[in-house]
């Protein structure tokens, strides 16, 4: 059962008023000979797949345990820069779904609807996209389980051994002052995609979860913290007294924070994590004809 559409364009809008974001196939639909690109042109669905990448943490940082993003919904365009110059999508999957980074392998999780032809670039929400008509973003089903764009959770190493552990849940939501109704996550000019897409196509995103810490620290991680929880088995000495002057270690908060550090959603760390999300975790597209992508 196809997911409803989110509401993106301008309501009410005449039968052939062109919102920001209009399918081909509800242009085609118009009295007017209005075309999309290259003909001929069919209707199509395109199998979409999902997949995270292998994760081989270093010695000293952070080892991501668990890496649960809200992907979707997806649109690929005509134009080769996405966003405010793609009013109409060649292609759109308009719903969201869970995605395991740390998981190889490939889930199918919906299909994108359109017409054949070229698409050039593409954009995309974690799972709390603008809509025209609305004030508030729009949180989808996949996010709202997450309790937002993502959840992530992991290891504090030092010397290839954890010290602590640390949790996250990240909010990628449209801020103010942004265009309502485009999707936060855009192709960029020097990132390549080009495909005709056809009958028979199959889009793969795979996502890698080292992108997801990258400039993470630990200072960062113990100031946006609140303590709880404990590790197993518990640290055996107390912690040190140390001076107000000293600066905090993963070490010498053990006892302090527990072992677990739940990182607050408005801390440098939850930022850091976020921007890292929105413009370093970017999908590796990928393009197949098999019924099953590799």
């Given at each position: 059962?196809?997911?409803?559409r989110?509401?993106?364009?301008?309501?009410?809008?005449?039968?052939?008023?062109?919102?920001?974001?209009?399918?081909?196939?509800?242009?085609?639909?118009?009295?007017?000979?209005?075309?999309?690109?290259?003909?001929?042109?069919?209707?199509?669905?395109?199998?979409?797949?999902?997949?995270?990448?292998?994760?081989?943490?270093?010695?000293?940082?952070?080892?991501?345990?668990?890496?649960?993003?809200?992907?979707?919904?997806?649109?690929?365009?005509?134009?080769?820069q996405?966003?405010?110059?793609?009013?109409?999508?060649?292609?759109?999957?308009?719903?969201?779904?869970?995605?395991?980074?740390?998981?190889?392998?490939?889930?199918?999780?919906?299909?994108?609807?359109?017409?054949?032809?070229?698409?050039?670039?593409?954009?995309?929400?974690?799972?709390?996209?603008?809509?025209?008509?609305?004030?508030?973003?729009?949180?989808?089903?996949?996010?709202?389980?997450?309790?937002?764009?993502?959840?992530?959770?992991?290891?504090?190493?030092?010397?290839?051994?954890?010290?602590?552990?640390?949790?996250?849940?990240?909010?990628?939501?449209?801020?103010?002052?942004?265009?309502?109704?485009?999707?936060?996550?855009?192709?960029?000019?020097?990132?390549?995609?080009?495909?005709?897409v056809?009958?028979?196509?199959?889009?793969?995103?795979?996502?890698?979860?080292?992108a997801?810490?990258?400039?993470?620290?630990?200072?960062?991680?113990?100031?946006?913290?609140?303590?709880?929880?404990?590790?197993?088995?518990?640290?055996?000495?107390?912690?040190?007294?140390?001076s107000?002057?000293?600066?905090?270690?993963?070490?010498?908060?053990?006892?302090?924070?527990?072992?677990?550090?739940?990182?607050?959603?408005?801390?440098?760390?939850?930022?850091?994590?976020?921007?890292?999300?929105?413009?370093?975790a970017?999908?590796?597209?990928?393009?197949s004809?098999?019924?099953?992508?590799?």
């Amino acid at each position: 059962m196809s997911p409803p559409r989110p509401a993106r364009a301008r309501a009410p809008h005449p039968p052939c008023a062109r919102p920001a974001l209009l399918s081909c196939a509800a242009l085609l639909s118009c009295a007017a000979p209005l075309s999309c690109g290259e003909s001929p042109q069919v209707r199509l669905q395109v199998p979409l797949w999902v997949a995270g990448g292998a994760h081989a943490p270093a010695a000293e940082g952070p080892a991501l345990t668990r890496a649960a993003l809200a992907f979707g919904p997806l649109y690929l365009c005509a134009g080769a820069q996405a966003g405010e110059l793609c009013e109409a999508a060649r292609l759109e999957w308009l719903d969201a779904a869970p995605v395991d980074a740390l998981d190889p392998a490939p889930v199918e999780v919906g299909a994108l609807r359109g017409l054949s032809g070229v698409a050039r670039s593409w954009m995309y929400d974690l799972g709390i996209s603008s809509q025209l008509d609305r004030d508030a973003p729009h949180t989808l089903d996949a996010a709202r389980a997450l309790g937002g764009s993502a959840a992530l959770a992991g290891e504090w190493r030092v010397g290839g051994e954890a010290v602590a552990r640390f949790e996250v849940t990240l909010r990628a939501e449209p801020g103010a002052g942004t265009e309502r109704g485009v999707p936060q996550v855009r192709k960029g000019l020097s990132e390549p995609f080009e495909r005709d897409v056809r009958p028979g196509d199959v889009l793969t995103a795979r996502f890698d979860p080292a992108a997801l810490t990258v400039g993470l620290t630990a200072r960062a991680l113990l100031e946006g913290a609140d303590c709880a929880g404990a590790l197993s088995p518990p640290p055996e000495s107390p912690e040190s007294p140390e001076s107000p002057d000293s600066p905090e270690t993963p070490e010498s908060t053990l006892a302090r924070c527990g072992g677990v550090w739940r990182v607050r959603p408005d801390s440098v760390a939850a930022r850091q994590l976020t921007l890292n999300l929105i413009g370093g975790a970017r999908p590796r597209f990928k393009w197949s004809r098999a019924a099953h992508p590799l």
